[in-house]
């Protein structure tokens, strides 16, 4: 439906402490009328996300409110419907704050480092595992980090772990916790 359709502009508030030409790189949005506040307020955040780095900021707008310019001093509620607050040609207030990006750049995976935690009861089986890793998998350096948190005086672990690991372990690092 044509009808359903409007277009309306942002406008940050003054205190955000934006660089003046950042309304140069904002556009009206169409929206519909039925879109409510909160689906406004991600479509702000993801242009700002676009035009932020032209003009020297750096961060993720998170929009606290909204108002219709016409009405400065109400807030919009986040689940009210566009069209109860705005016509074609109204522009909207924007507050809020700028974060840190949580995009952070990913990781390639001959960078990523692999890490095996084994856990489980007393007697499960887990120092024979670890043995065993360090026999077969000669090709690959491993490191073992060990907490030992047995309640007895007698350190059964770290024993096997000293006993049958020297040679095939290039470092045992036990941590009493």
Known sequence: MAA????????????LNFPRDIEGYVIPFEV??????????????????????????Q???????????????????????????????DSYGVWGEIKPSRHLEA????????VTILTGFEGSGKTTVLN????????????????????????IDRALLKRETQLLAEAVVPMDI
């Open 107 to 114: 990781t390639l995976e001959k960078d990523k480092i692999p």
């Open 32 to 57: 519909r009328g039925s879109d409510k506040v909160v689906d406004l307020m991600e479509m702000t955040e993801d242009h700002f996300l676009e035009i932020a780095p032209k003009v020297g900021i």
């Open 132 to 155: 065993w890793i360090l026999r077969e998998e000669k090709e690959k350096n491993i490191a073992v980090i060990q907490n030992e948190n047995q309640r007895g005086e007698i350190k």
């Open 59 to 89: 961060g993720e707008l998170h929009i606290n409110l909204l108002w219709n310019d016409k009405n400065k001093k109400k807030a919009l509620r986040p689940n009210d419907p566009l069209s109860k607050h705005f016509v074609s040609g």
């Open 4 to 15: 359903d359709k409007i277009w309306i502009s942002a406008r940050f508030h003054p205190a």
